[in-house]
């Protein structure tokens, strides 16, 4: 004798970003913050004190940004994230170019890259 056994499942769709918008929301203040801590405790600015300043305003701008942002963990939403991706896409490619075009060297290039 064969039993059949049917169950009914649901199927849920997983989102194929790598980082969602709740994950990134989550991620935004203790990125900003060790953007503006890491400078100091890696002793950045060897080569140039541009290589400690950048990122200490990067993190500062991006906990503005983040509170500004319509997302979870934002406190005055009026920034939609349409605007926040492309601002992090942006820093990224500061963060890239940034030691080449401000001669930043050893460990101060490194932390960029």
């Known amino acids: 004798m064969q039993v059949t056994h049917q169950a009914t499942h649901q199927v849920t769709q997983l989102d194929p970003r790598f980082v969602t918008k709740t ?55 009026i920034l939609p994230l349409s605007f926040h991706v492309p601002a992090d896409a942006l820093v990224g490619i500061v963060f890239v170019a940034g030691p080449f075009v401000l001669a930043f060297t050893g460990l101060d290039a490194w932390y960029y890259w």
């Open 23 to 77: 994950m990134h929301a989550y991620l935004d203040y203790p990125v900003a913050a060790s953007l503006i801590t890491l400078p100091f405790i890696l002793g950045l600015g060897s080569s140039t004190p541009a290589a400690k300043w950048l990122a200490v305003v990067t993190g500062v701008a991006a906990i503005i940004l983040t509170f500004f942002t319509g997302h979870k963990t934002g406190v005055i939403r």
